[in-house]
């Protein structure tokens, strides 16, 4: 069964621009969270998304924003970039919010 | 409030030493589950053990063991005979019962094994 897979591995953005970011869950998993990695404030918790349905969200602003589609692949999009939001992007999925998770690649996002 | 602590912020041994990575947590949720991520410098974080809170029997697996114990509020982590293949970062993580899909994770300790 492939994994999680997450595109781009690798993004340039200036300030101000914005950007989004695909998750593709593993096959039959309904439920993907999306993690933020940055060396100041470790791995943070987004928010997850399941059945289409945003279930829970972190403590981010409103800039930070996301979705699910009918076959569970996730989309989430930061506009108005700032320089700290430089980070790794993880996503994650599990068959059920209470299941394990299973992280992709990740995405590492460079803002100038 | 839930937080997981790694006071271990880098750990280096010689291959061959044991090792263990220790893990403190936080919760006021009777039911929790607790976790173990291995992050190689790829970035993709590798699943390594979940333990639900109502089973404190440790695990072992190969060179790893968890010892998780709940009057201490603690799961630890040991890797036996550690190889160079086993130098990463390590994240404990935390999810209540209520949280969803949500993970408090600790700050990781990396761990560098030598030749």
């Known amino acids: 069964k492939a994994g999680v897979t997450q595109t781009p591995r690798y993004l340039i953005k200036t300030r101000g621009q914005q950007v989004t970011l695909s998750c593709s869950p593993i096959?039959?998993?309904?439920?993907v969270s999306w993690y933020q990695q940055t060396p100041g404030q470790g791995l943070q918790f987004l928010f997850e998304y399941f059945s289409e349905t945003q279930r829970n969200k972190g403590n981010f602003p409103g800039r930070f924003s996301g979705r699910q589609f009918s076959n569970s692949r996730s989309e989430m999009n930061v506009s108005t970039l700032e320089l700290g939001d430089s980070a790794l992007y993880l996503c994650?999925?599990?068959?059920?919010?209470?299941?394990?998770?299973?992280f992709g690649p990740g995405t590492r996002l460079l803002v100038l | 409030a839930q937080k997981v602590t790694q006071a271990q912020t880098e750990i280096s041994v010689v291959e061959k030493e044991d090792v263990t990575l220790d893990c403190v947590y936080e919760t006021r949720d009777t039911t929790y589950y607790l976790f173990w991520y291995k992050q190689p410098p790829s970035g993709e974080l590798v699943f390594l053990i979940r333990r639900n809170s109502f089973d404190e029997q440790n695990e072992i697996s190969g060179r790893y063991s968890w010892n998780f114990q709940k009057s201490t509020s603690s799961f630890n982590f040991t890797i036996t005979a550690s190889q160079v293949v086993d130098s990463a970062v390590y994240f404990c993580?935390?999810?209540?019962?209520?949280?969803?899909?949500?993970?408090?994770f600790g700050q990781g300790t990396e761990l560098s094994v030598k030749p």
């Open positions: 096959s039959g998993h309904r439920s």
């Open positions: 993580a935390l999810r209540g019962y209520n949280q969803g899909g949500k993970l408090i």
């Open positions: 994650a999925s599990s068959l059920q919010s209470q299941e394990t998770q299973y």
